[in-house]
């Protein structure tokens, strides 16, 4: 099984930069996802990582640590639409299915 | 437009009821995904399937069931034996390989009235 942990709320200000920390212990370990949730909406995929190291793409980077069981979400140029919950998931090496196991999410809110 | 379509985005149920949620994807992903969220917390696997005619069930399949007569189908209906239904329904497909992403569709609610 897996345990996936994540802060609950972070808060920032327009423009800024803000880091969502997701930690896991996992029997196995086949990859880590991000992914952008509006209120009442579906999830978007943002990034995907199986390898140490970082992953950019645009203002939004992932970082992973598979030795610490460690990833960040880093936000730059926060924008209002980012205010969002971010999910953390992450798939089983053990999982032929490819099945993913979510955090509960971080909701991040911009303020002006 | 290739996606993943599901129905209908809301939905009532009166206590006692069955009801079933329709997922359909034109992605030809063979792996679909059935997920349950509560307001506030993550998402947690109902059902899933991998090829047409086999699923397997997931952390909190007890009070659901499934189908896959069809690779492009994949609905859920939730029984009478499910005591905490409201929520919101997420489906999911994937293509075939652990590295590939799982595309949702756009939820459904479901409210007990």
């Known amino acids: 099984g897996q345990n996936i942990d994540q802060p609950t709320e972070m808060t920032a200000t327009e423009g800024a930069i803000v880091q969502i920390n997701c930690t896991y212990q996992?029997?196995?370990?086949?990859?880590l996802f991000w992914y952008q949730q509006h209120a009442g909406e579906a999830p978007t995929f943002l990034s995907y990582?199986?390898?140490?190291g970082l992953e950019e793409k645009g203002r939004f980077s992932s970082f992973l640590s598979r030795s610490k069981g460690y990833s960040y979400l880093l936000l730059k140029e926060l924008q209002m639409k980012d205010s969002a919950s971010y999910l953390c998931?992450?798939?089983?090496?053990?999982?032929?299915?490819?099945?993913?196991?979510f955090g509960a999410g971080t909701q991040v809110v911009v303020t002006p | 437009d290739g996606g993943i379509t599901q129905s209908p985005k809301y939905l009532f149920r009166k206590e006692g009821q069955n009801v079933t949620l329709s997922c359909e994807q034109n992605?030809?992903?063979?792996?679909m995904y059935w997920y349950r969220q509560d307001p506030g917390q993550g998402l947690r696997l109902i059902y899933y399937?991998?090829?047409?005619?086999?699923?397997q069930k997931g952390d909190i399949a007890e009070g659901y069931s499934v189908s896959r007569e069809k690779k492009e189908s994949f609905p859920l209906t939730v029984t009478s034996a499910q005591k905490n239904p409201t929520a919101f329904y997420l489906c999911?497909?994937?293509?075939?390989?652990?590295?590939?992403?799982?595309?949702f569709g756009e939820g459904s609610w479901l409210t007990v009235v």
């Open positions: 998931a992450v798939r089983d090496s053990t999982d032929s299915w490819g099945k993913l196991q």
């Open positions: 992605l030809n992903h063979d792996a």
């Open positions: 999911a497909s994937k293509e075939t390989g652990t590295g590939n992403t799982i595309y």
């Open positions: 990582n199986v390898l140490d």
């Open positions: 996992t029997s196995g370990f086949n990859g």
């Open positions: 399937s991998q090829i047409v005619n086999d699923f």
